[in-house]
């Protein structure tokens, strides 16, 4: 059974930082590109950061980039988003994501998220 679960969200104040955390189990890990997600109330789920299953190329939106950090441990089935400089539109539900191309197939898991609010 697939698992991904998010943690290491919470209430910061802006120009902080926060490391979000997600572990996974139940497939084989290093096979599998993996993302970070976030939605705020009224908008759309968007891309925040992903990173390739070797490890070796990473994508930010243009919103985060400079100030986030997306990473992986493939020994411990994890993997991070390091958020600084945190702003109130950071505001959102973040997920984390898990997809693999097989066959023509997209093999795509989410995890349930975990709420980050940015506010003085």
């Known amino acids: 059974q697939v698992q991904l679960v998010e943690s290491g969200g919470g209430l910061v104040q802006p120009g902080g930082s926060l490391r979000l955390s997600c572990a996974a189990s139940?497939?084989?890990?290093?096979?599998?590109?993996m993302s970070w997600y976030r939605q705020a109330p009224g908008k759309e789920r968007e891309l925040v950061a992903a990173i390739t299953s070797a490890g070796d190329s990473t994508n930010y939106a243009d919103s985060v980039k400079g100030r986030f950090t997306i990473s992986r441990d493939d020994a411990k089935n994890m993997v991070y988003l390091e958020m600084n400089s945190l702003k109130t539109e950071d505001t959102a539900v973040y997920y984390c994501r898990a997809n693999r191309w097989n066959w023509g197939t997209n093999l795509l898991y989410w995890g349930q998220g975990t709420q980050v609010t940015v506010s003085s």
């Open positions: 139940g497939y084989t890990f290093r096979r599998y590109a």
